[in-house]
Nanobody, 121 residues
Framework: VQLQASGGGLVQAGGSLRLSCAAS????????MGWFRQTPGKQRELVAT???????DYADSVKDRFTISRDNVKNTIYLQMNSLKPEDMAVYYC????????????????WGQGTQVTVSS
């Protein structure tokens, strides 16, 4: 599986962005998909995940502001980010993982390249 993330950029606090992650491969629908983010000096942290059955899970810090969705026809996932805060600024990575459990990526996870989200205060 190859993942191509896009949609990052610069936005003012309170603004919105939508990230996209396009996946190659015929078995996209079998994968748990997700978004993680990372800031310098910190570990990569879970933002949101969506299962093959579209069950979603979110980090507490983004609940009610971010929405993850998937389109199994277009092999794409999205992350709609609203009410952005300076603390949301990070490099965002998309992930595909058939074996993820409890928000922890497995050793078989595929990662996309990161896309930078910058939030100005």
């Amino acid at each position: 599986v190859q993942l191509q993330a896009s949609g990052g950029g610069l936005v003012q606090a309170g603004g919105s962005l939508r990230l996209s992650c396009a996946a190659s491969g015929r078995t996209f629908s079998y994968y748990v998909m997700g978004w993680f983010r990372q800031t310098p000096g910190k570990q990569r942290e879970l933002v949101a995940t969506i299962t093959s059955g579209s069950i979603t899970d979110y980090a507490d810090s983004v609940k009610d502001r971010f929405t993850i969705s998937r389109d199994n026809v277009k092999n794409t996932i999205y992350l709609q980010m609203n009410s952005l805060k300076p603390e949301d600024m990070a490099v965002y990575y998309c992930l595909a993982d058939r074996f993820m459990r409890n928000g922890v990526p497995s050793e078989y996870a595929y990662w996309g390249q990161g896309t930078q989200v910058t939030v100005s205060s």
